[in-house]
C-alpha cells in the first residue's frame, strides 16, 4: 500500500468518520475507497461500512490507515472510540466478540447528533475547505450538548428529518463523494431506472432561521451537568468510578423513563415537560408493542437532546439524593405494582438491592 499523495491532520476530538469525510473530500475520494485502500476489506461488505470500526481498530488495522494517511498509529487509534472503553462501559458491550452483535442503545453509532456550529469549523483554511469535525463525543448520547457553543445537539437533518431509524451503517451513501462532509448524506427516494437515488445533501452546518419551534438553550445548571458528566470521560476520574456511575445511570435513568411522571419532581416544569413529551410519543404509539415501548422507556435514550438531558438530569439527582433508598423504594413500587407494570419487565437485582438500602453518597457534581 502506498501513502496517500496528500493527507489531513485530524482536528481535535474528532471522530474516524469525521476523518473519512474530510479526507475523501479533500483528495475527492469515496470513504470506501479510503478503507479498501487501508486493506479494511475484511470487515466491510460491498457499501456496508461496519459501525464497529468506529469502536476499535486492530493493530494492522490501524498501521494500515496510518500509513495510507502518513500518520501514526497511535493518531489513527484516537479516532475511535476505544480511549472510553474502560470508562463508558456501552463500548465494551458493543465491540464484536464471536458472532454479529447489535451496537448497546446507549451509543448512536451510524447517525450522532451534532452542533451546526462546530461543524461550521473554525477560520483554519482546511476547515474553512474541509468543514469542522464531527465529534467522537456526539457518538455517545450522554453528550446532550455543546458546551463551547452553549446549545442542545441536533437529532437530525433540518431538512429531510432523517434519520428515522437506525441503518446500522457507519456512514450512509459510502460511494459517495460529491458531498461535502457538512452535507446530510441520507438517501431521500429511491432509485429509478432512469435515474440513481439521491442524497439529501442539505446543509447541517448552518442553523434553520425559520425553526418553528424555537429550541430553548441550555441552561447554566444544564451546562455545568454535562460538563460533570464529560469530566468522567477525563483521566482525572478514575475509570472504575466513571463506569460505575454510568452504569447506576443507565438503571436510574430506566426506572425514571419507565416510571414517569413518579421523578417529575426531580426536575423544573421545563424540561420536565419535555420528558412527559418523550414519554408519551413514546409508549402513546398505538404502532408499537407494549414490549417494544417498555424496552425503549428502559434502553434507549431520547435523540431529541432536550429530554435526553431532562432523563438523565433526573436519574443523576435521584442517584444524588440523601435518601437515595426511600427513592429507589418508591419508583420500583411503582414499577411493580402500579400500572406501569407490564409483562417483560421486572426491575434488575441491582435496582434491588439498591432500594434494599446501598445508599452510598455518590458524586457531587
Ligand atoms: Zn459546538
Ligand atoms: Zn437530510
Redesign the pocket.
Known amino acids: 500500500m502506498h501513502p496517500l499523495p496528500r493527507s489531513l491532520e485530524p482536528a481535535s476530538g474528532e471522530s474516524l468518520v469525521s476523518y473519512l469525510l474530510r479526507l475523501g473530500h479533500r483528495l475527492s475520494l469515496r470513504p470506501l475507497q479510503l478503507i479498501r485502500a487501508a486493506g479494511w476489506t475484511d470487515r466491510v461488505q460491498a457499501t456496508h461500512i461496519p459501525g464497529s470500526l468506529l469502536l476499535n481498530l486492530t493493530g494492522p488495522e490501524a498501521q494500515g490507515f496510518a500509513r495510507l494517511t502518513r500518520q501514526t498509529a497511535e493518531e489513527v487509534s484516537a479516532l475511535t472510540l476505544k480511549q472510553w472503553r474502560d470508562r463508558y462501559p456501552p463500548i465494551a458491550l458493543s465491540v464484536p466478540g464471536p458472532g454479529p452483535k447489535r451496537p448497546d442503545p446507549w451509543l448512536f453509532v451510524g447517525s450522532p447528533r451534532y452542533?451546526?456550529?462546530?461543524l461550521a469549523g473554525d477560520c483554519t483554511p482546511a476547515q474553512q475547505l474541509h468543514g469542522g469535525p464531527w465529534r467522537k463525543l456526539w457518538h455517545l448520547p450522554i453528550v446532550f450538548s455543546?458546551v463551547?457553543?452553549q446549545?442542545y445537539l441536533e437529532a437530525s437533518c433540518p431538512h429531510c428529518g432523517q434519520p428515522r431509524a437506525i441503518s446500522g451503517r457507519l456512514i450512509e451513501r459510502a460511494n459517495d463523494h460529491t458531498l461535502h462532509p457538512a452535507q446530510c448524506r441520507w438517501t431521500i427516494d429511491s432509485p429509478t431506472q432512469k435515474r440513481k437515488s439521491r442524497a439529501c445533501g442539505g446543509r447541517l452546518d448552518q442553523r434553520v432561521a425559520t425553526d418553528p419551534c424555537h429550541r430553548p438553550h441550555p441552561t447554566q445548571g444544564i451546562l455545568r451537568f454535562q460538563q460533570s458528566l464529560l469530566a468522567r470521560l477525563e483521566p482525572l476520574t478514575p475509570a472504575s468510578d466513571a463506569s460505575e456511575y454510568f452504569t447506576d445511570l443507565r438503571l436510574a435513568t430506566a426506572l425514571i423513563g419507565t416510571t414517569w411522571p413518579a421523578g417529575k419532581h426531580l426536575l423544573d416544569t421545563a424540561l420536565a415537560g419535555h420528558v412527559t413529551a418523550y414519554v408519551h410519543s413514546t409508549s402513546g404509539n398505538s404502532s408499537t408493542s407494549n414490549r417494544l415501548q417498555d424496552h425503549r422507556l428502559r434502553d434507549v435514550l431520547p435523540r431529541d437532546s432536550i429530554a435526553c438531558a431532562g432523563l438523565l438530569r433526573a436519574a443523576h439527582s435521584l442517584l444524588k439524593a440523601d435518601d437515595l433508598s426511600e427513592h429507589l423504594s418508591q419508583l420500583v413500587h411503582t414499577l411493580e405494582s402500579g400500572r406501569h407494570a407490564r409483562p417483560g419487565y421486572a426491575s434488575t437485582p441491582a435496582m434491588k438491592t439498591r432500594a434494599r438500602g446501598d445508599s452510598e453518597t455518590r458524586p457531587n457534581h
Open positions: 452542533c451546526p456550529t462546530c455543546c463551547e457553543h446549545t
